[in-house]
């Protein structure tokens, strides 16, 4: 048993009763403590701006660079129609040409839709939860800068003629034989701001779980905050198998490792696994969260709340784990057994269903309100028709035998098109509309809004919609040119058209989002009279995010609770103040939303930006095989982690609890499963196991895919070396949690002992297991390339893990952790929890599996 | 469903322990949907790349079909009895009583294995319909 750190526990009068929320706060006191919060959450002003770490301003930054990449992926799809716009056309190259398709699908996919959901949540987030910030400030810039940096490294290599050209998805042989810097610059820029969505998900999954405001409880949160929940979890289970595929495939770029080389092994049809059990569920990661914006501004407009709560989560958590069970759907035509496809074809159609009740849930909203038709619900209703269409073509591909005849024509681009700008592109536009006041308290223009979307909406449909007949008249997709006379001429021309009068409703988007409203009048705060809390917004802007966190008992407060807001502006709720000049925002529990800790929380800093300087260059360096700096930047970029980390996170404070309002004194430190650190390090981990579970299926896979896995008469691992390591994980695991409780417990030195001892073993076991393998030639085979794989992956995470405990040990000398303040140590023995199960299974997979097969 | 009390530190190990099986029961039907059709594809590609016998494969599969089913149905009920509109008549648990919270896990779960339900049927058609690795 844990013994009890001798921390206070939360103390006070909870819920608050009427009468303590009627009571007044005096006029002077309500200024003081306004004047304390707005100096501790001031932004920086000039050229520190770019160190505010705000939810406010790293959300908003996130949105404009990933609206800046959508444009310029526009602009190679306006390339792209120009060249198909008649036969036979020499306006670009065959090469330039597949240059622009495979850039226009990966940067609007991973610059453009899934950076938006993130950039969006964090903006909105806080809001609707009425927190000062997300919990992770510092994790939300360094995201944002590494998507910056690995952004504008991909996107840029197209004016270089180096971009990648093999297609968004990377298809080996084609994209593992490719000469030339290209397929390197997707795989490892993208690898770079795929981290930067894991720390995003992370970010957002802890804030909605612990950051929302007392009393919220998980059947009155916001259905933003549902799907945000669904779309993080997903992300954790999705993007890692792509990680772990993007490892494989530069091993086999770099050191020709041959993981998806047929000759030695290996088998391209892994890299289609890795990559669409990716790439289905992303299509759900952009779909929902745009999906939420409309969940968000369909109540508001019919003047109602949502019709049927319960069904929209439903379909959420539903379509999150069915989007799981369809990826095959993209290989239909690969030559698996007819009865596998016809398990992901099932799966296909049954997905349908939870994604309809969700359209039919606001329908029913709509037609039980008393609609008022604004410029959002235009777009929304736009997006329904147009998803809808995509939708049904999404029924008739899911039918294997039509895919064999529609794959890879144009039908398929209509179709994408259709679900990606019905169920993404219009409803994002449609927040950015409602969400504009709360964002930059101004409105945007009723006229122009509606211009952009009457060309917005038959530009696409003039676009798109001919390009069903296209592709079932035959045209391939990916063709730099075609000849004329097969009937595909006219289409073409009409597709080109198309898109160039939705380019002229981008536009005016666009000119109607930046133009200067300096001249604008003060918006009313709440002008489409919303019900949910970011609508209590200070206008004019505070960035302090909400002046005192309310205490909430309906799903639409502001229509529920008529006191709220006058009570919410005296500060009456709780953190009306900041006595010690320090951000700090409530921690409540996870299911009821019971006030648990003030949580410090960080403010402007440069060193996020070193850090995600220092991690893009280990990125990025090794593209051009540059690989001395790359480890040098590396080694920096921890440095930089470890300065941040030692003087930001888990500081003793200098009271153990402290005042939050309404008569409650809560605690200011936490550790162990009450903290938010612990639970992020377990959302982190849990990914990284995905990953390491997709190289373990690569095993598996090429064992179930070949006839000779392993193949007769190779070398295998060394058994007694295998034994040791395994030996030697499992005590460092034993010293990293005896460390814990003996420092728990008071016996101090014991624990430093225990620190000391778990590095030393920990660094023996990785040695032993790379000793296991060091003798195999991965070049040869895939069998010793995938055995050298999973011990790669133990040992980088030993690492890691090595960092840590020094770390922790660093912590104990120095006074940072202690047998009372002892977070650090609670989180470095949960990794080490993940990365000993994965390093026995390892064990187990090189030492065991060759008897077994 | 106590409302008044103060809350404590170990307030979410509290809350895990009163509705610990309700948020397990939310995502309980989904999980066996999962794993129904991880081992229907698994099996079924090792089979078909192996050469094993598909007949005894499908018989099997489908009698692990029938106990995913079985399964989702004792989930199903137990959610239904939580939910318990039918004594408390109250559909749409808006309000922010634990009791709602409680009755709303509930229905959650609930449509969650109906939906569940109807994915493990469709996913276990092919074992019906098409006869073998061809």
């Known amino acids: ?853 | 469903m106590t409302d008044e009390h103060q809350p404590r530190r170990d307030e979410d190990q509290k809350e895990f322990a009163e509705e610990h099986a309700s948020l397990f029961k939310i995502t309980l039907g989904p999980l066996i949907w999962a794993a129904h059709f991880v081992a229907c594809y698994g099996l079924v590609a090792v089979t078909c790349a192996k050469g094993w016998d598909i007949d005894a494969v499908r018989s099997g599969l489908l009698v692990a079909s029938g106990a995913a089913l079985v399964g989702i149905g004792w989930v199903g009920w137990v959610a239904w009895r939580q939910w318990n509109v039918a004594q408390t008549g109250d559909f749409v648990n808006r309000c922010g009583r634990a009791e709602d919270r409680h009755h709303f896990l509930g229905h959650a779960a609930f449509l969650l294995s109906i939906i569940s339900a109807i994915g493990v049927v469709f996913v276990s058609l092919p074992l019906v319909l098409i006869g073998g690795c061809q």
């Open chain 1, 1 to 853: 048993m844990t013994r009890p750190s001798g921390l206070p526990q939360p103390e006070g009068p909870y819920p608050p009763t009427d009468e303590m929320l009627a009571e007044p706060v005096p006029r002077d006191v309500q200024e003081a403590q306004a004047s304390r919060l707005r100096a501790a959450w001031e932004t920086p002003k000039g050229w520190r701006y770019i160190t505010a770490v705000n939810n406010t301003e790293v959300g908003k930054w996130y949105c404009l660079t990933a609206l800046v990449f959508m444009l310029l992926a526009g602009v190679m799809a306006l390339i792209i129609r120009l060249q198909l716009a008649v036969p036979e056309n020499d306006l670009v190259s065959a090469d330039r040409f597949n240059q622009l398709f495979t850039m226009h699908g990966s940067a609007m996919m991973f610059l453009f839709a899934v950076p938006m959901f993130e950039a969006v949540s964090i903006l909105l987030l806080p809001g609707m939860l009425g927190a000062r910030d997300m919990p992770f400030p510092r994790l939300s810039a360094f995201g944002y800068w590494c998507f910056l940096i690995g952004g504008v490294f991909v996107i840029g290599s197209i004016f270089f003629d180096a971009a990648p050209r093999a297609g968004w998805f990377m298809y080996p042989p084609l994209a593992t034989k490719d000469e030339g810097p290209g397929s390197d610059i997707w795989l490892l820029g993208l690898s770079f701001i795929e981290v930067a969505s894991i720390a995003a998900a992370v970010e957002l999954i802890v804030g909605t779980l612990k950051c929302r405001p007392p009393g919220m409880r998980v059947n009155i949160m916001p259905l933003y905050a549902w799907y945000v929940l669904v779309v993080g979890g997903m992300i954790l289970f999705a993007f890692p198998p792509l990680i772990a595929g993007d490892f494989l495939f530069e091993l086999e770029r770099s050191f020709d490792w041959p993981f998806f080389d047929p000759t030695r092994g290996g088998d391209p049809m892994l890299w289609q696994h890795l990559f669409w059990i990716f790439g289905h569920p992303e299509v759900y990661i952009i779909f929902l969260p745009s999906i939420a914006i409309a969940a968000m501004v369909i109540p508001t407009v019919a003047r109602r709340p949502i019709f049927g709560y319960s069904w929209i989560v439903l379909s959420a958590v539903g379509t999150g784990f069915l989007s799981f069970g369809l990826w095959v759907h993209h290989m239909f035509t690969t030559g698996l057994p007819s009865i596998s496809l016809g398990f992901f074809s099932a799966a296909s159609e049954a997905v349908v269903i939870p994604t309809g009740i969700q359209i039919f849930a606001f329908l029913a909203t709509l037609m039980a309100g008393r609609v008022k038709m604004t410029l959002p619900m235009l777009w929304i209703s736009g997006a329904l028709a147009i998803f809808t269409m995509g939708g049904l073509t999404g029924v008739m591909l899911a039918l294997a035998p039509f895919d064999f005849q529609a794959h890879d024509t144009y039908f398929i681009v209509a179709h994408l098109h259709y679900t990606l700008f019905g169920g993404m592109v219009f409803p994002v536009i449609a927040g950015v509309y409602y969400f504009f006041p709360f964002i930059q308290k101004k409105l945007m223009s009723d006229r122009l809004g509606k211009w952009a979307f009457w060309l917005t909406f038959s530009g696409f449909n003039l676009c798109f919609l001919p390009m069903h007949l296209t592709g079932l008249w035959g045209m391939p997709r990916r063709v730099y040119t075609y000849p004329g006379g097969l009937g595909w001429d006219w289409l073409n021309l009409i597709s080109t058209v198309g898109a160039f009068v939705m380019a002229a409703g981008f536009a005016t988007f666009v000119w109607d989002l930046i133009r200067p409203k300096h001249r604008q009048a003060q918006i009313p705060r709440n002008p489409w009279d919303g019900g949910t809390l970011e609508w209590t917004h200070d206008v004019p802007e505070e960035a302090w995010g909400v002046r005192s966190i309310p205490h909430v008992t309906t799903r639409y407060p502001l229509w529920d609770q008529p006191d709220m807001l006058t009570r919410l502006d005296a500060g009456r709720y709780y953190l009306p103040d900041a006595q010690e000049g320090k951000r700090e925002t409530l921690v409540t529990s996870v299911i009821d939303a019971e006030p648990v800790q003030v949580q410090r929380v960080t403010g402007p800093t440069w060193i996020t930006l070193w850090a995600a300087a220092f991690t893009g260059g280990a990125f990025i360096f090794p593209t051009f095989s540059w690989y001395t700096p790359a480890i040098i930047s590396g080694a920096l970029a921890i440095c930089c982690i470890i300065w941040w980390l030692w003087t930001a996170t888990a500081q003793v404070p200098e009271a153990d609890s402290k005042d939050a309002g309404l008569g409650l004194r809560l605690p200011t430190y936490a550790a162990g499963p009450a903290s938010v650190g612990w639970w992020a390090i377990w959302i982190t981990m849990l990914g990284d196991a995905t990953a390491f579970a997709s190289l373990v299926f690569g095993f598996f896979f090429y064992w179930t895919a070949s006839p000779d896995f392993p193949p007769d008469g190779a070398a295998h691992a060394v058994p007694g070396l295998i034994a040791l390591a395994a030996l030697a994980f499992a005590v460092n695991w034993a010293l990293t949690v005896g460390a814990r409780q003996l420092n728990r417990a008071g016996r101090v030195t014991p624990a430093r002992i225990c620190l000391i001892a778990a590095p030393a073993v920990a660094a023996a076991g990785a040695a032993a297991l790379v000793g296991a393998v060091i003798d195999l030639e991965p070049a040869s085979h895939v069998y010793p390339a995938i055995l050298w794989a999973l011990a790669i992956w133990i040992a980088v995470h030993s690492g890691a893990g090595v960092i840590m405990q020094l770390y922790c040990l660093a912590g104990s000398l120095f006074g940072k952790l202690t047998p009372r303040y002892d977070a650090d140590i609670w989180n470095v023995s949960l990794f080490w929890h993940f990365v000993t199960i994965s390093a026995l299974v390892a064990c187990a997979v090189l030492g065991l599996m060759p008897e077994a097969l």
